[in-house]
């Protein structure tokens, strides 16, 4: 479970997330109007403008003030972090399957 920090302490699970979304066009306001009306909108801008939208697997919606772009980078660092455990892992269980066979 990766959690990816939003703003003010907020974070959400990465694997969750399904877009994140600009605030400034007109699909972006009607994607946070009807979650609002269906009860799935979650603002966590502490009364700040919201500067991005992320849209989750659960259909839920979540207002944040941290820049869209912010948060791509940080979903980029996070999964060239995963990318480089998962290849240290494999590197590890290749030497242990070398010392097994000897």
Not at 19 to 28: E, L
Not at 56 to 69: F, G
């Amino acid at each position: 479970m990766k959690l990816i920090n939003i703003g003010f302490g907020n974070t959400v699970m990465a694997e969750k997330i399904v877009a994140v979304v600009n605030t400034g066009s007109s699909p972006a306001r009607k994607l946070k109007e009807n979650a609002k009306q269906a009860g799935q909108l979650i603002d966590v801008t502490e009364g700040r403008r919201t500067r991005s939208i992320l849209v989750m697997d659960s259909n839920h919606i979540v207002l944040s003030s941290v820049q869209s772009e912010t948060i791509s980078q940080r979903l980029a660092a996070l999964h060239s972090e995963t990318q480089l455990a998962e290849i240290e892992l494999g590197k590890k269980q290749e030497k242990s399957k070398k010392k097994g066979e000897y």
